[in-house]
Protein backbone atom coordinates (compact mmCIF):
# COMPACT_ATOMS: atom_id res chain seq x y z
CA UNK A 1 0.00 0.00 0.00
CA UNK A 2 1.55 3.55 -0.63
CA UNK A 3 1.66 5.91 1.52
CA UNK A 4 -0.50 8.92 1.90
CA UNK A 5 2.39 12.42 1.45
CA UNK A 6 -0.30 14.75 3.16
CA UNK A 7 -0.46 17.52 0.76
CA UNK A 8 -3.94 19.28 0.62
CA UNK A 9 -5.65 20.44 -2.03
CA UNK A 10 -5.37 24.19 -2.98
CA UNK A 11 -8.83 25.47 -3.15
CA UNK A 12 -7.49 29.06 -4.88
CA UNK A 13 -5.82 27.37 -7.27
CA UNK A 14 -8.29 24.55 -8.19
CA UNK A 15 -10.70 27.75 -9.14
CA UNK A 16 -8.07 29.52 -11.17
CA UNK A 17 -7.38 26.44 -13.50
CA UNK A 18 -11.59 25.75 -13.04
CA UNK A 19 -11.48 29.64 -14.70
CA UNK A 20 -8.61 28.90 -17.06
CA UNK A 21 -10.09 25.68 -18.45
CA UNK A 22 -13.73 27.77 -18.89
CA UNK A 23 -12.07 30.51 -20.98
CA UNK A 24 -10.39 28.08 -23.41
CA UNK A 25 -13.10 26.49 -23.58
CA UNK A 26 -15.50 29.29 -24.61
CA UNK A 27 -12.60 30.45 -26.84
CA UNK A 28 -12.49 27.05 -28.89
CA UNK A 29 -16.27 27.30 -29.23
CA UNK A 30 -16.21 30.79 -30.55
CA UNK A 31 -13.32 29.67 -32.90
CA UNK A 32 -15.58 27.13 -33.57
CA UNK A 33 -18.62 28.78 -34.26
CA UNK A 34 -16.86 31.56 -36.60
CA UNK A 35 -15.23 28.86 -38.72
CA UNK A 36 -18.62 27.00 -38.98
CA UNK A 37 -20.04 30.98 -40.05
CA UNK A 38 -17.62 31.16 -42.14
CA UNK A 39 -17.96 28.18 -43.80
CA UNK A 40 -21.68 28.75 -44.10
CA UNK A 41 -20.96 32.86 -45.29
CA UNK A 42 -18.88 31.08 -48.56
CA UNK A 43 -21.72 28.64 -49.27
CA UNK A 44 -24.40 30.94 -48.55
CA UNK A 45 -26.21 32.06 -51.85
CA UNK A 46 -26.46 35.57 -53.03
CA UNK A 47 -30.04 36.92 -51.76
CA UNK A 48 -32.89 36.48 -54.30
CA UNK A 49 -34.57 39.19 -55.90
CA UNK A 50 -38.51 39.06 -56.03
CA UNK A 51 -40.30 42.84 -57.38
CA UNK A 52 -43.87 42.88 -56.29
CA UNK A 53 -46.03 43.34 -59.09
CA UNK A 54 -49.07 45.02 -58.54
CA UNK A 55 -51.78 42.98 -60.26
CA UNK A 56 -54.67 45.16 -60.24
CA UNK A 57 -53.23 48.29 -61.42
CA UNK A 58 -53.87 50.41 -64.90
CA UNK A 59 -51.91 49.63 -67.12
CA UNK A 60 -51.33 46.42 -67.04
CA UNK A 61 -47.54 45.07 -65.48
CA UNK A 62 -46.48 42.42 -68.54
CA UNK A 63 -44.73 40.60 -65.60
CA UNK A 64 -45.06 37.32 -67.27
CA UNK A 65 -42.58 39.17 -70.03
CA UNK A 66 -40.22 41.00 -68.24
CA UNK A 67 -37.66 43.66 -69.62
CA UNK A 68 -35.08 42.36 -66.92
CA UNK A 69 -33.60 38.53 -66.76
CA UNK A 70 -33.49 39.93 -63.28
CA UNK A 71 -37.57 39.85 -62.93
CA UNK A 72 -38.61 36.55 -63.92
CA UNK A 73 -39.31 36.05 -60.02
CA UNK A 74 -42.34 38.26 -59.05
CA UNK A 75 -44.82 38.55 -55.76
CA UNK A 76 -48.03 38.90 -56.69
CA UNK A 77 -50.23 41.72 -54.64
CA UNK A 78 -52.22 41.80 -52.78
CA UNK A 79 -55.28 39.24 -52.09
CA UNK A 80 -57.07 40.31 -50.05
CA UNK A 81 -60.85 39.96 -48.07
CA UNK A 82 -63.62 40.37 -50.44
CA UNK A 83 -66.07 43.56 -49.87
CA UNK A 84 -69.12 41.28 -50.23
CA UNK A 85 -68.00 38.31 -48.97
CA UNK A 86 -64.83 38.84 -45.54
CA UNK A 87 -64.08 34.81 -46.26
CA UNK A 88 -63.69 34.91 -49.92
CA UNK A 89 -60.51 35.85 -51.08
CA UNK A 90 -60.05 38.55 -53.75
CA UNK A 91 -57.31 40.74 -56.05
CA UNK A 92 -57.48 43.93 -54.72
CA UNK A 93 -61.30 43.69 -53.82
CA UNK A 94 -62.26 44.20 -57.24
CA UNK A 95 -61.55 40.55 -58.67
CA UNK A 96 -62.47 37.22 -57.72
CA UNK A 97 -59.84 34.67 -58.48
CA UNK A 98 -62.25 33.32 -61.16
CA UNK A 99 -62.70 37.06 -62.56
CA UNK A 100 -59.01 38.20 -62.55
CA UNK A 101 -58.54 34.69 -64.56
CA UNK A 102 -61.07 36.05 -67.09
CA UNK A 103 -60.51 40.38 -67.04
CA UNK A 104 -56.69 40.17 -66.68
CA UNK A 105 -55.65 36.46 -68.13
CA UNK A 106 -53.66 36.18 -64.59
CA UNK A 107 -53.77 32.00 -64.69
CA UNK A 108 -52.48 31.82 -67.97
CA UNK A 109 -50.03 34.86 -67.26
CA UNK A 110 -48.26 32.81 -64.65
CA UNK A 111 -48.27 29.62 -66.48
CA UNK A 112 -46.66 31.40 -68.97
CA UNK A 113 -43.83 33.21 -66.14
CA UNK A 114 -43.65 29.58 -65.42
CA UNK A 115 -42.70 28.19 -68.94
CA UNK A 116 -40.12 30.82 -69.14
CA UNK A 117 -38.35 29.44 -65.97
CA UNK A 118 -39.81 32.44 -63.54
CA UNK A 119 -41.19 31.56 -60.43
CA UNK A 120 -44.37 33.06 -58.74
CA UNK A 121 -45.25 33.86 -55.63
CA UNK A 122 -48.47 35.57 -53.72
CA UNK A 123 -48.81 38.05 -51.37
CA UNK A 124 -51.57 38.59 -49.32
CA UNK A 125 -52.38 41.59 -47.45
CA UNK A 126 -51.36 45.18 -48.31
CA UNK A 127 -51.70 48.60 -47.16
CA UNK A 128 -55.35 49.45 -48.66
CA UNK A 129 -58.33 46.99 -48.52
CA UNK A 130 -58.90 44.71 -45.36
CA UNK A 131 -56.45 41.92 -45.13
CA UNK A 132 -58.33 38.36 -45.31
CA UNK A 133 -57.19 37.80 -41.34
CA UNK A 134 -58.96 40.82 -40.42
CA UNK A 135 -62.18 39.98 -42.47
CA UNK A 136 -62.43 36.57 -41.88
CA UNK A 137 -63.09 35.99 -38.69
CA UNK A 138 -64.10 31.81 -38.31
CA UNK A 139 -60.25 30.03 -38.45
CA UNK A 140 -61.54 27.26 -40.44
CA UNK A 141 -62.19 29.37 -43.37
CA UNK A 142 -59.73 31.40 -43.25
CA UNK A 143 -57.79 28.87 -43.92
CA UNK A 144 -60.20 27.62 -46.32
CA UNK A 145 -59.25 31.10 -48.50
CA UNK A 146 -55.45 30.46 -48.21
CA UNK A 147 -55.51 27.02 -49.49
CA UNK A 148 -57.77 27.83 -52.13
CA UNK A 149 -55.77 30.38 -53.46
CA UNK A 150 -52.08 28.42 -52.73
CA UNK A 151 -54.05 25.17 -54.65
CA UNK A 152 -55.40 26.99 -57.55
CA UNK A 153 -51.65 28.88 -58.57
CA UNK A 154 -49.53 26.08 -57.15
CA UNK A 155 -47.18 28.55 -55.29
CA UNK A 156 -44.71 27.01 -53.37
CA UNK A 157 -43.97 30.32 -51.05
CA UNK A 158 -46.06 32.90 -50.13
CA UNK A 159 -46.29 36.67 -48.64
CA UNK A 160 -47.81 38.04 -45.56
CA UNK A 161 -47.46 41.01 -45.99
CA UNK A 162 -49.27 43.05 -42.54
CA UNK A 163 -49.77 46.88 -42.23
CA UNK A 164 -52.01 49.35 -41.60
CA UNK A 165 -55.21 48.52 -38.96
CA UNK A 166 -53.70 44.81 -39.15
CA UNK A 167 -50.97 45.29 -37.46
CA UNK A 168 -52.32 46.10 -34.43
CA UNK A 169 -55.22 43.91 -34.55
CA UNK A 170 -54.34 41.02 -32.08
CA UNK A 171 -57.33 38.81 -32.70
CA UNK A 172 -56.56 38.53 -36.78
CA UNK A 173 -53.04 37.83 -35.39
CA UNK A 174 -54.17 34.89 -33.69
CA UNK A 175 -56.77 33.68 -36.70
CA UNK A 176 -53.48 33.91 -39.24
CA UNK A 177 -51.34 32.34 -37.46
CA UNK A 178 -53.50 29.71 -36.28
CA UNK A 179 -54.45 29.11 -40.12
CA UNK A 180 -51.24 29.32 -41.91
CA UNK A 181 -49.55 27.15 -39.26
CA UNK A 182 -52.56 24.61 -40.52
CA UNK A 183 -51.93 25.48 -44.15
CA UNK A 184 -48.27 24.40 -43.35
CA UNK A 185 -49.15 21.47 -42.55
CA UNK A 186 -50.98 20.67 -45.17
CA UNK A 187 -49.14 21.90 -47.78
CA UNK A 188 -45.59 22.75 -46.62
CA UNK A 189 -45.51 26.24 -48.46
CA UNK A 190 -42.71 29.01 -47.38
CA UNK A 191 -43.82 31.73 -45.66
CA UNK A 192 -42.27 35.57 -46.03
CA UNK A 193 -43.79 37.95 -43.05
CA UNK A 194 -43.40 41.27 -44.07
CA UNK A 195 -43.53 44.35 -41.96
CA UNK A 196 -42.93 47.84 -41.33
CA UNK A 197 -39.87 48.84 -40.10
CA UNK A 198 -37.90 52.02 -38.28
CA UNK A 199 -34.59 53.28 -38.47
CA UNK A 200 -34.56 51.98 -35.50
CA UNK A 201 -35.45 48.45 -36.32
CA UNK A 202 -38.93 46.86 -35.70
CA UNK A 203 -41.90 48.91 -33.80
CA UNK A 204 -43.54 47.28 -30.86
CA UNK A 205 -46.43 46.39 -33.41
CA UNK A 206 -44.13 44.89 -35.29
CA UNK A 207 -42.36 43.06 -33.19
CA UNK A 208 -45.29 41.64 -31.86
CA UNK A 209 -46.65 40.54 -35.07
CA UNK A 210 -43.80 38.37 -35.77
CA UNK A 211 -43.67 36.75 -31.78
CA UNK A 212 -47.13 36.20 -32.22
CA UNK A 213 -46.84 34.66 -35.62
CA UNK A 214 -44.23 32.33 -34.52
CA UNK A 215 -45.85 31.77 -31.11
CA UNK A 216 -48.82 30.62 -33.39
CA UNK A 217 -46.77 27.69 -34.96
CA UNK A 218 -45.52 29.12 -37.89
CA UNK A 219 -42.34 28.38 -39.42
CA UNK A 220 -41.29 31.50 -41.36
CA UNK A 221 -38.90 31.35 -44.28
CA UNK A 222 -38.22 34.87 -42.52
CA UNK A 223 -39.29 38.37 -41.78
CA UNK A 224 -39.20 41.19 -44.57
CA UNK A 225 -38.50 44.64 -43.57
CA UNK A 226 -40.31 47.39 -45.57
CA UNK A 227 -37.57 50.11 -45.40
CA UNK A 228 -39.16 52.93 -46.52
CA UNK A 229 -41.72 55.96 -45.60
CA UNK A 230 -39.83 56.54 -42.19
CA UNK A 231 -41.41 60.00 -41.80
CA UNK A 232 -37.90 60.96 -39.63
CA UNK A 233 -35.11 60.84 -41.54
CA UNK A 234 -32.36 62.77 -40.12
CA UNK A 235 -30.89 65.67 -42.69
CA UNK A 236 -28.18 64.45 -44.98
CA UNK A 237 -29.17 60.42 -44.56
CA UNK A 238 -29.22 58.97 -47.46
CA UNK A 239 -32.66 56.23 -48.20
CA UNK A 240 -30.34 53.73 -48.42
CA UNK A 241 -28.04 54.27 -45.25
CA UNK A 242 -31.68 54.58 -43.24
CA UNK A 243 -32.41 51.09 -44.44
CA UNK A 244 -28.66 49.73 -43.57
CA UNK A 245 -29.77 51.67 -39.90
CA UNK A 246 -32.85 49.61 -40.09
CA UNK A 247 -31.81 46.49 -41.12
CA UNK A 248 -28.68 46.23 -38.55
CA UNK A 249 -31.20 47.09 -35.46
CA UNK A 250 -33.77 44.50 -36.72
CA UNK A 251 -31.18 41.85 -36.97
CA UNK A 252 -30.55 42.07 -33.03
CA UNK A 253 -34.30 41.91 -32.49
CA UNK A 254 -34.65 39.06 -34.48
CA UNK A 255 -31.78 37.13 -33.06
CA UNK A 256 -33.94 37.25 -29.48
CA UNK A 257 -36.83 36.75 -31.24
CA UNK A 258 -35.70 33.42 -33.21
CA UNK A 259 -33.77 31.63 -29.91
CA UNK A 260 -35.72 28.71 -29.36
CA UNK A 261 -35.03 27.14 -26.01
CA UNK A 262 -32.36 29.05 -24.25
CA UNK A 263 -30.22 28.81 -27.93
CA UNK A 264 -29.44 31.77 -30.09
CA UNK A 265 -28.92 31.68 -34.57
CA UNK A 266 -25.71 32.28 -35.40
CA UNK A 267 -25.65 36.04 -36.84
CA UNK A 268 -25.30 34.64 -39.96
CA UNK A 269 -28.69 32.36 -39.75
CA UNK A 270 -30.76 35.79 -38.71
CA UNK A 271 -29.18 37.59 -41.72
CA UNK A 272 -30.53 34.22 -44.13
CA UNK A 273 -34.41 34.50 -42.42
CA UNK A 274 -34.41 38.53 -43.29
CA UNK A 275 -35.77 40.28 -46.11
CA UNK A 276 -35.51 44.35 -47.37
CA UNK A 277 -37.95 45.72 -49.52
CA UNK A 278 -37.46 49.10 -50.71
CA UNK A 279 -40.31 51.72 -52.16
CA UNK A 280 -38.27 53.17 -55.52
CA UNK A 281 -38.19 56.77 -56.63
CA UNK A 282 -40.27 58.50 -55.11
CA UNK A 283 -41.45 57.22 -51.34
CA UNK A 284 -45.11 58.43 -49.88
CA UNK A 285 -43.39 60.86 -47.05
CA UNK A 286 -42.30 64.14 -49.29
CA UNK A 287 -38.97 64.41 -49.31
CA UNK A 288 -37.99 60.74 -48.88
CA UNK A 289 -36.29 59.47 -52.36
CA UNK A 290 -34.86 55.92 -53.35
CA UNK A 291 -32.56 56.63 -55.12
CA UNK A 292 -30.25 54.30 -57.92
CA UNK A 293 -27.59 54.63 -55.80
CA UNK A 294 -29.66 53.86 -52.39
CA UNK A 295 -30.64 51.03 -54.47
CA UNK A 296 -26.74 49.94 -55.15
CA UNK A 297 -25.72 50.97 -51.55
CA UNK A 298 -29.07 48.41 -50.33
CA UNK A 299 -28.12 45.26 -52.95
CA UNK A 300 -24.15 45.71 -51.48
CA UNK A 301 -25.14 44.94 -47.99
CA UNK A 302 -27.86 42.72 -48.54
CA UNK A 303 -25.05 40.63 -50.48
CA UNK A 304 -22.55 40.87 -47.63
CA UNK A 305 -24.74 40.00 -45.01
CA UNK A 306 -26.76 37.33 -47.33
CA UNK A 307 -29.86 38.38 -46.45
CA UNK A 308 -32.58 35.83 -47.73
CA UNK A 309 -34.51 37.48 -49.97
CA UNK A 310 -34.23 41.57 -51.55
CA UNK A 311 -37.46 42.98 -52.85
CA UNK A 312 -38.82 46.23 -54.36
CA UNK A 313 -42.31 48.48 -54.89
CA UNK A 314 -42.80 47.40 -57.43
CA UNK A 315 -41.79 46.66 -60.58
CA UNK A 316 -45.02 48.51 -62.33
CA UNK A 317 -43.01 51.54 -60.74
CA UNK A 318 -39.54 50.49 -62.60
CA UNK A 319 -39.45 53.30 -65.10
CA UNK A 320 -39.11 56.78 -65.68
CA UNK A 321 -42.46 59.20 -65.86
CA UNK A 322 -43.93 60.69 -68.59
CA UNK A 323 -43.49 64.02 -69.99
CA UNK A 324 -47.34 64.63 -69.24
CA UNK A 325 -46.79 63.76 -65.58
CA UNK A 326 -45.92 67.08 -64.28
CA UNK A 327 -45.11 66.54 -60.55
CA UNK A 328 -43.07 64.01 -59.64
CA UNK A 329 -43.03 64.70 -55.85
CA UNK A 330 -46.14 62.79 -56.11
CA UNK A 331 -46.31 59.51 -56.03
CA UNK A 332 -47.66 57.51 -58.99
CA UNK A 333 -48.46 53.37 -59.15
CA UNK A 334 -46.60 53.62 -62.78
CA UNK A 335 -43.59 55.48 -62.62
CA UNK A 336 -41.16 55.89 -60.17
CA UNK A 337 -40.37 59.75 -60.00
CA UNK A 338 -36.58 60.01 -60.81
CA UNK A 339 -34.56 59.70 -64.31
CA UNK A 340 -33.97 56.14 -64.91
CA UNK A 341 -33.45 53.55 -67.42
CA UNK A 342 -36.20 51.09 -67.75
CA UNK A 343 -35.50 48.58 -65.24
CA UNK A 344 -32.81 50.36 -63.67
CA UNK A 345 -34.11 49.84 -60.13
CA UNK A 346 -34.37 45.97 -60.94
CA UNK A 347 -30.85 45.54 -62.80
CA UNK A 348 -29.26 47.59 -59.19
CA UNK A 349 -31.49 45.32 -56.24
CA UNK A 350 -31.35 42.07 -58.22
CA UNK A 351 -27.41 42.36 -58.82
CA UNK A 352 -27.98 41.61 -62.65
CA UNK A 353 -26.43 44.79 -64.19
CA UNK A 354 -27.58 44.23 -67.67
CA UNK A 355 -30.90 44.15 -68.83
CA UNK A 356 -32.53 41.70 -71.88
CA UNK A 357 -34.72 43.01 -74.67
CA UNK A 358 -38.22 42.25 -73.92
CA UNK A 359 -37.66 39.20 -76.95
CA UNK A 360 -34.73 37.76 -75.23
CA UNK A 361 -36.71 37.75 -71.48
CA UNK A 362 -39.64 36.38 -73.23
CA UNK A 363 -38.19 33.03 -75.08
CA UNK A 364 -39.81 29.88 -73.59
CA UNK A 365 -37.54 27.98 -72.16
CA UNK A 366 -39.42 24.47 -72.35
CA UNK A 367 -42.47 24.32 -75.04
CA UNK A 368 -45.78 24.36 -73.18
CA UNK A 369 -46.90 21.06 -74.35
CA UNK A 370 -43.65 18.51 -74.98
CA UNK A 371 -44.02 16.17 -77.93
CA UNK A 372 -42.28 12.84 -78.01
CA UNK A 373 -40.53 14.29 -81.38
CA UNK A 374 -39.16 17.88 -80.46
CA UNK A 375 -38.75 18.26 -84.43
CA UNK A 376 -42.75 18.36 -85.10
CA UNK A 377 -45.05 21.33 -83.57
CA UNK A 378 -47.81 20.20 -81.11
CA UNK A 379 -51.67 20.10 -83.00
CA UNK A 380 -54.41 21.89 -81.62
CA UNK A 381 -58.07 20.21 -80.85
CA UNK A 382 -60.62 22.89 -81.73
CA UNK A 383 -62.93 20.38 -79.83
CA UNK A 384 -60.86 21.86 -76.33
CA UNK A 385 -59.14 24.97 -77.75
CA UNK A 386 -60.59 28.09 -75.26
CA UNK A 387 -60.40 29.99 -78.35
CA UNK A 388 -60.58 29.46 -82.16
CA UNK A 389 -57.51 27.61 -83.62
CA UNK A 390 -55.84 29.79 -85.97
CA UNK A 391 -56.44 29.92 -89.88
CA UNK A 392 -54.19 31.50 -92.12
CA UNK A 393 -57.21 32.91 -94.42
CA UNK A 394 -59.10 34.49 -91.57
CA UNK A 395 -59.25 38.24 -90.94
CA UNK A 396 -58.43 38.97 -86.82
CA UNK A 397 -58.80 42.00 -85.39
CA UNK A 398 -57.48 43.90 -82.37
CA UNK A 399 -58.62 41.69 -79.51
CA UNK A 400 -59.23 38.62 -80.90
CA UNK A 401 -57.99 35.47 -79.38
CA UNK A 402 -56.66 32.34 -80.91
CA UNK A 403 -55.11 29.01 -80.14
CA UNK A 404 -52.28 27.99 -81.85
CA UNK A 405 -49.22 25.14 -80.94
CA UNK A 406 -50.81 24.64 -77.50
CA UNK A 407 -50.68 28.53 -76.93
CA UNK A 408 -53.13 31.16 -76.74
CA UNK A 409 -52.57 34.50 -78.45
CA UNK A 410 -53.94 37.97 -78.99
CA UNK A 411 -54.00 40.40 -82.00
CA UNK A 412 -52.46 43.65 -81.56
CA UNK A 413 -54.40 44.91 -84.61
CA UNK A 414 -55.87 43.98 -87.87
CA UNK A 415 -54.18 40.60 -89.54
CA UNK A 416 -54.81 37.69 -91.65
CA UNK A 417 -51.70 35.22 -92.57
CA UNK A 418 -49.74 36.36 -90.12
CA UNK A 419 -48.54 32.90 -88.02
CA UNK A 420 -48.44 33.39 -84.55
CA UNK A 421 -45.77 32.09 -83.18
CA UNK A 422 -43.62 32.57 -86.74
CA UNK A 423 -39.70 33.09 -85.35
CA UNK A 424 -38.64 35.40 -87.83
CA UNK A 425 -41.21 37.81 -87.64
CA UNK A 426 -39.23 40.87 -85.74
CA UNK A 427 -42.86 42.55 -85.34
CA UNK A 428 -45.60 40.51 -84.40
CA UNK A 429 -49.19 41.49 -84.59
CA UNK A 430 -49.85 38.67 -82.30
CA UNK A 431 -49.07 38.97 -78.44
CA UNK A 432 -48.43 35.59 -76.48
CA UNK A 433 -50.68 35.01 -73.83
CA UNK A 434 -49.71 31.99 -72.35
CA UNK A 435 -49.89 28.27 -72.31
CA UNK A 436 -53.64 26.47 -73.03
CA UNK A 437 -54.20 25.78 -69.52
CA UNK A 438 -55.20 22.24 -68.01
CA UNK A 439 -58.86 20.91 -68.53
CA UNK A 440 -59.72 24.39 -70.54
CA UNK A 441 -62.48 23.92 -72.87
CA UNK A 442 -63.82 26.02 -75.63
CA UNK A 443 -65.03 29.13 -74.45
CA UNK A 444 -68.64 29.83 -75.06
CA UNK A 445 -69.39 33.36 -76.83
CA UNK A 446 -69.97 36.26 -74.72
CA UNK A 447 -73.54 36.80 -73.89
CA UNK A 448 -75.85 39.43 -72.58
CA UNK A 449 -79.45 40.07 -71.22
CA UNK A 450 -81.78 40.75 -73.98
CA UNK A 451 -82.11 44.51 -73.89
CA UNK A 452 -78.26 45.53 -73.63
CA UNK A 453 -78.41 46.51 -77.25
CA UNK A 454 -80.97 46.40 -80.10
CA UNK A 455 -81.14 42.93 -81.46
CA UNK A 456 -79.17 43.13 -85.39
CA UNK A 457 -81.75 44.02 -88.20
CA UNK A 458 -80.99 42.85 -91.62
CA UNK A 459 -81.91 45.52 -93.39
CA UNK A 460 -80.51 48.40 -91.21
CA UNK A 461 -77.64 50.09 -91.87
CA UNK A 462 -75.00 50.52 -89.07
CA UNK A 463 -72.07 52.94 -88.61
CA UNK A 464 -68.85 52.21 -86.80
CA UNK A 465 -69.11 51.85 -83.07
CA UNK A 466 -72.45 50.51 -83.06
CA UNK A 467 -73.29 47.68 -80.90
CA UNK A 468 -75.90 44.95 -81.25
CA UNK A 469 -77.10 41.62 -80.28
CA UNK A 470 -77.09 38.33 -82.17
CA UNK A 471 -77.70 34.97 -81.06
CA UNK A 472 -77.04 36.71 -77.52
CA UNK A 473 -74.11 37.49 -78.40
CA UNK A 474 -72.81 41.06 -78.27
CA UNK A 475 -71.22 42.61 -81.35
CA UNK A 476 -69.56 46.03 -82.15
CA UNK A 477 -69.87 47.58 -85.86
CA UNK A 478 -66.28 48.03 -86.80
CA UNK A 479 -67.39 50.48 -90.24
CA UNK A 480 -70.69 51.07 -92.43
CA UNK A 481 -72.51 48.32 -92.70
CA UNK A 482 -76.20 46.23 -94.05
CA UNK A 483 -77.13 42.87 -94.29
CA UNK A 484 -74.25 41.27 -93.06
CA UNK A 485 -74.70 38.98 -90.32
CA UNK A 486 -72.80 38.99 -87.37
CA UNK A 487 -70.93 36.13 -86.15
CA UNK A 488 -69.51 34.84 -89.86
CA UNK A 489 -65.69 34.46 -90.16
CA UNK A 490 -63.83 37.14 -92.32
CA UNK A 491 -61.24 36.52 -94.54
CA UNK A 492 -58.62 38.66 -96.22
CA UNK A 493 -60.62 39.19 -99.30
CA UNK A 494 -64.16 39.59 -97.69
CA UNK A 495 -63.46 40.86 -93.74
CA UNK A 496 -66.56 40.99 -91.54
CA UNK A 497 -67.57 44.62 -90.18
CA UNK A 498 -68.22 43.03 -87.11
CA UNK A 499 -65.98 41.82 -84.10
CA UNK A 500 -67.57 39.75 -81.34
CA UNK A 501 -66.93 41.79 -77.54
CA UNK A 502 -64.22 39.80 -75.62
CA UNK A 503 -64.76 38.45 -72.63
CA UNK A 504 -63.81 41.47 -70.47
CA UNK A 505 -65.48 44.09 -71.80
CA UNK A 506 -68.93 41.79 -71.81
CA UNK A 507 -67.54 41.26 -67.69
CA UNK A 508 -67.54 44.75 -67.67
CA UNK A 509 -70.80 45.74 -69.24
CA UNK A 510 -72.59 43.17 -66.49
CA UNK A 511 -71.31 44.93 -64.18
CA UNK A 512 -73.17 47.71 -64.87
CA UNK A 513 -76.61 46.10 -66.23
CA UNK A 514 -78.39 46.82 -68.95
CA UNK A 515 -79.50 50.27 -68.63
CA UNK A 516 -76.40 51.66 -67.59
CA UNK A 517 -74.22 49.77 -70.59
CA UNK A 518 -77.01 50.82 -72.81
CA UNK A 519 -76.46 54.57 -71.59
CA UNK A 520 -72.98 54.73 -71.39
CA UNK A 521 -72.67 53.74 -75.32
CA UNK A 522 -75.56 56.04 -76.16
CA UNK A 523 -77.78 54.07 -77.15
Known amino acids: MGQFD??????????????????????????????????????ASAPGFSGYVDVTATPREPFESPESAAALDATLSFVVSDPGAPCTPSWGGAYSMDEAGDALDLDRRIALLRQRGGNPLVSFGGQANTDLAVGCTSPDELLSAYKGVVSRYKVRTIDLDVEGKAL???????????????????????????VPVARSGL?????ALVTGTIAAGVDLAGVNL???????????????????????A??????????????????????????????????????EVFTLADAARLRSFATAHKLGRVAMWSLNRDRACGANYPD???????CSGVTQAPSAFTAALSGVDHTTTSADASTPRAAATPTADPTVMPSDDPSTAPYPVWAPSHVYVQAERVVWHHNVYEAKWWTSGDMPD????????WTLLGPVLPGERPEPSPTLA????????????????DRVLFENTAYEAQWWTQGDRPGVPGTAAVPSPWRALTPTEVLQIQKLGPSAAAAAHGR
Open 6 to 43: GRRLSWPRLALLVVVIAALVLASLRSWTWFQESRALDD
Open 168 to 194: SDTSATARRGEAIARLQEDTHVKVWLT
Open 203 to 207: TAEGL
Open 226 to 248: MTMDYGDLPSGQTMGEAAVSALN
Open 250 to 287: AHTQLGRVYAHGGKRPTGLAVWQRMGATAMIGQNDIAG
Open 328 to 334: VTIVSDA
Open 422 to 429: DPLQTESP
Open 450 to 465: AGTYPEWRIGRVYHEG
